[in-house]
């Protein structure tokens, strides 16, 4: 059964439209808080925190007026990366996160993700309860005015997420010596990030840290990787690495300024954990991971297997099966021998963990030749278009094309008004033909 507000990753559009407006971030407030008081915890605290987009002004306030509203404690700690929420969420023994946040889309876009009192985000069968109570009559929900909710203001949040953060690593960690271009999307790292860099020793050369409200993401971060490719050259930086808004996305670019994306490092990190006896089970990717990726682990004897396309599936894999990482293509990480979700700072250190020995990231980090693949994203209205007669029939047709000479995937981003097509094969000409035989039927 398909969720009514819920997509891939939360909750997601455009800022005064549909959902994402101050009376419906007041009524999935009340929502969230009412579920979650009624788990029978005693303290009844919610933490929020945000990216630095100009529309948190307006919609965290709404958030935290319904909660408070239902009779949940508030503490608000600004702009913050998604994972330093859920650890901090588990920490604080709080009894939910929420994080408000658009993650890699434009500044006009705000949304929210949930997380519950184990720093995990929430399942469908939770996510469909709290639904439920958002579609309820608000008085029953309110509460009595003496057991009105109390917010308070936490200043240290960053610092607390960077102790945890540092707790991961021996003490005698250092990057002294090591020069990073570190672009942190104007977004929600743009304080954590550089100070963990720097108080560990390293060079760092900061692009995307002075947001306005107005500029995450734009031309910068994950999503727009040759930024620090062009910086790393320039700098003659050892590594760069690069954020999403939300700062749970890493994309990495070696010495010579080639981008790696989150397979090459999955792949990086399999190995090496492997070889260090830390990796547990295999590797969870998703429907989108590269073929090369799954040859590779194949190749190494370590156990691959596909989730749905978002870290949440992933997360939920791996807990099924017993393995402690996973990831995305696009640069979504979890390590779960530290972390509940996608953490790009973490998966960062990780990786620079490994460089300290003098090894140079075009060698950690270039393991497995990828198979071609293309993705491309095509803009619709109504995204339940690739279930029309013409747009099935064509993607029989790419299948047929394909056959076993590669893969083709067509899906609804979760996140955006958008299709996406991906196709892989030795042979370019075929993903070209693929492609354009779908994106042509659903154009028409």
Not at 20 to 36: D, H, P, Q
Not at 162 to 171: D, V
Request: proline share 3%; charged share 25%.
């Amino acid at each position: 059964m398909t969720r009514k507000y819920f997509g891939t990753d939360g909750i997601r559009g455009t800022v005064n439209q549909g959902n994402i407006t101050g009376e419906k971030f007041f009524k999935f407030g009340l929502a969230s808080g009412t579920y979650f008081k009624n788990q029978k915890k005693i303290k009844q605290i919610a933490i929020i925190a945000k990216d630095t987009r100009l529309s948190g002004y307006t919609l965290e306030p709404a958030l935290v007026s319904g909660l408070v509203s239902g009779g949940m404690h508030v503490i608000t700690l600004g702009p913050l990366p998604t994972n330093g929420l859920a650890m901090l969420t588990k920490s604080m023994k709080a009894n939910m996160g929420i994080m408000i946040t658009a993650s890699h889309n434009p500044f006009h876009d705000n949304g929210l993700k949930l997380f519950g009192p184990d720093g995990m985000k929430l399942s469908n069968r939770i996510e469909k309860k709290i639904e439920k109570l958002i579609d309820t009559k608000n008085a029953k929900q309110l509460t009595n005015p003496k057991l009105l909710g109390r917010v308070k203001r936490l200043e240290n949040g960053n610092e607390r997420y960077i102790n945890i953060l540092k707790k991961n690593f021996p003490k005698n960690f250092n990057l002294k010596g090591t020069k990073i271009v570190l672009d942190c999307a104007n977004g929600a790292a743009y304080k954590a990030a550089p100070k963990l860099l720097k108080d560990l020793g390293a060079k760092v050369f900061p692009i995307g840290v002075k947001p306005n409200g107005l500029n995450i993401n734009r031309k910068c971060g994950s999503t727009y990787p040759s930024k620090i490719c062009s910086a790393v050259k320039k700098f003659k930086a050892h590594i760069g690495i690069s954020f999403d808004g939300d700062a749970d996305r890493v994309i990495m670019c070696d010495e010579k300024g080639k981008i790696k994306d989150g397979d090459q490092i999955i792949a990086m990190l399999a190995k090496r954990w492997k070889s260090k006896h830390i990796l547990k089970g295999g590797v969870i990717g998703t429907l989108m991971s590269n073929l090369g990726l799954e040859k590779y682990l194949d190749n190494e004897k370590i156990k691959f297997s596909r989730a749905q396309v978002g870290d949440r599936y992933v997360k939920e894999k791996m807990k099924k099966m017993n393995y402690n990482l996973g990831g995305e293509q696009s640069g979504h990480i979890i390590l779960g021998k530290f972390a509940t979700t996608g953490d790009g700072l973490l998966v960062a250190l990780e990786v620079l963990f490994s460089l300290r020995k003098g090894k140079k990231a075009s060698e950690l980090l270039n393991v497995f030749k990828p198979l071609p693949q293309i993705l491309e994203n095509v803009i619709v209205k109504d995204k339940n278009v690739i279930f029309k007669k013409n747009c099935k029939q064509a993607i029989l047709k790419a299948n047929k094309i394909m056959k076993k000479k590669g893969r083709v995937l067509v899906r609804r981003s979760g996140t955006e008004p958008k299709i996406r097509i991906m196709a892989e094969s030795q042979d370019r000409s075929l993903i070209i033909k693929c492609i354009k035989l779908i994106r042509q039927s659903i154009k028409r």
